[in-house]
């Protein structure tokens, strides 16, 4: 369902595409664009959280991330350019400091 929608995208002559922890080489691969394909992973609250995720496909090329480098900075975020993993970075990182709040409770 998801996939569907992604695939009208590219008529719309934008490159820039906005998810969270979906698979960015999934929803890449049906635009007929993929090096064209990146992601941005906001974290919540938005209007509060500084950090964004850029998230990079394994078709990619680099003046894409800088697009979306350029956009989070626009928006007064921090940009961390991540390859798409599951968790990307942020989550990766704090899934071990949730399992040992797990323990100690």
Request: glycine share 8%.
């Amino acid at each position: 369902m998801k996939q569907a929608a992604f695939k009208e995208l590219p008529a719309r002559g934008s490159s820039l595409r906005i998810t969270s922890a979906i698979p960015i080489d999934d929803l890449a691969a049906v635009t007929g664009r993929p090096e064209k394909f990146i992601g941005i992973h906001f974290f919540n609250p938005v209007h509060k959280m500084p950090l964004v995720e850029i998230v990079r496909g394994t078709p990619n090329i680099t003046g894409d991330i800088g697009d979306g480098v350029r956009v989070a900075k626009q928006l007064k975020k921090i940009p961390v350019v991540v390859k798409s993993a599951p968790g990307f970075i942020v989550n990766r990182i704090l899934l071990p400091y949730l399992n040992e709040a797990g323990r100690c409770w």
